[in-house]
Structures are given as structure tokens and as C-alpha cells.
């Protein structure tokens, strides 16, 4: 994984928002907010569209309704229907959350896996950000 100098925090709102904007390399992405399965299908459309299937992570809160319980269909049905069916093997719940994940192969070492069960057990992630606050 390469360091850069600086990272990007955008937290907005979507619907309000040019993503055209963005015009560096996305590592993470972190969706919340809305909980609609319109809301959440036209994050995950915009997010694709700037991201690198090799090389970003997404993350999705919300899907399940908290720890250990059940998924949030909206959610799940959102993801898996913007997602390319050929990159849901790459889908993950993340265990003692409410959030799923994308995770490229390449970072999939990184992790502690349950493969019986598409979960990943334990895990952190630490990024410098710069905080850009759009409104």
C-alpha cells in the first residue's frame, strides 16, 4: 500500500453533492446516512464510479441492525444489486458491527477471515485524513 502526503475527508451529503470533484485515488470509502434502498443503491452507483475494484475498500454501516443480529435487507439488496455480481465474492459482514465491506483480494491477507461464513473477525485500519467538510 503506497503513502501519500495527505488524505481527503469528504463527509456530505450525497444527493447534494458533484462527485466529479473528486479527482484523486479513493483508498477507503465509508457509506452512511441514508438507510433508503434508493439512497443507498445511488451512493454505491456514484462511489463506483471512482473507485478502483483492485485497490478501494468500501465500507457500508448499516447492514446489519447491530451486532451479531440481522441484516438489513435495504442495504444488503442495495450493495448487491449496484455491485457487479462478479465482485460480491468480495463482500464481507465485519464481524462486531453493523457494517459489510468491499475488500479487493490484494488486502484480503490483511484480515482475519471466517471463510465459512464471509466474515471478517478482526480488523483496523488507520489513515491520516485531512478533514474536508463540504455542506
Given amino acids: 500500500m503506497s503513502r501519500r502526503e495527505s488524505r481527503i475527508h469528504y463527509e456530505v451529503d ?23 434502498y434508493e439512497g443507498i443503491k445511488s ?7 471512482l473507485i478502483d475494484f483492485d485497490n478501494s475498500i468500501v465500507i457500508w454501516h ?15 439488496q442495495a450493495v448487491f444489486d449496484s455491485i457487479p455480481s462478479h ?15 468491499y475488500i479487493p483480494p490484494k488486502y484480503v491477507t490483511l484480515f482475519k477471515i471466517e471463510p465459512s461464513r464471509n466474515e471478517i473477525a478482526n480488523f483496523e485500519i488507520r489513515l491520516a485524513c485531512n478533514i474536508l467538510t463540504k455542506p
Fill in 14 to 36: 450525497t444527493r447534494h453533492f458533484d462527485f466529479e470533484q473528486i479527482t484523486s485515488p479513493i483508498d477507503v470509502v465509508f457509506i452512511d446516512g441514508n438507510h433508503a
Fill in 43 to 49: 451512493d454505491t452507483d456514484n462511489v463506483q464510479k
Fill in 62 to 76: 448499516d447492514f446489519r441492525t447491530g451486532a451479531r443480529r440481522h441484516y438489513r435487507h435495504e442495504t444488503v
Fill in 87 to 101: 465482485y460480491h465474492d468480495r463482500l464481507y459482514y465485519i464481524d462486531l458491527t453493523m457494517c459489510g465491506a
